[in-house]
């Protein structure tokens, strides 16, 4: 079974940046289609951003422009590197495996395994 475990979130100001980490185990990054959600308090879980087997990308209009997934199929390691972050990007944000689909998808029942999250607070 895969385990997912975010790392990189934490407190960071406004127009500031952030690399998110999701080392993954039991599973390769590079067959599966991999995502990032985010779920602010009081908000459903949405999607940021997803990469296909093929590494095709996608992203959700609110970050397109100042967010990038990236995969280091050497390393394992799924990435988001998030720039000019605002207040409205704090959210908890998780790394997310599909079993099923190897083509971009956005729902959250897409996706099979989860990791744990990882705070990200963006101060105005």
């Known amino acids: 079974q895969a385990q997912l475990v975010e790392s990189g979130g934490g407190l960071v100001r406004t127009g500031g940046s952030l690399r998110l980490s999701c080392a993954t185990s039991?599973?390769?990054?590079?067959?599966?289609?991999m995502g990032w959600f985010r779920q602010a308090p009081g908000k459903e879980r949405e999607f940021v951003s997803a990469?296909?087997?093929?590494?095709?990308?996608a992203y959700a209009d609110s970050v397109k422009g100042r967010f990038t997934i990236s995969r280091d199929n050497a390393k394992n390691i799924l990435e988001l590197q998030m720039n000019s972050l605002t207040p409205e990007d704090t959210a908890v944000y998780y790394c997310?495996?599909?079993?099923?689909?190897?083509?971009?998808?956005?729902?959250?029942?897409?996706?099979?395994?989860w990791g744990q999250g990882t705070q990200v607070t963006v101060s105005s």
């Open positions: 997310a495996e599909s079993t099923r689909y190897i083509s971009i998808v956005r729902m959250t029942t897409d996706y099979d395994y």
């Open positions: 990469i296909s087997r093929g590494g095709v990308t």
């Open positions: 039991g599973r390769t990054v590079s067959t599966q289609t």
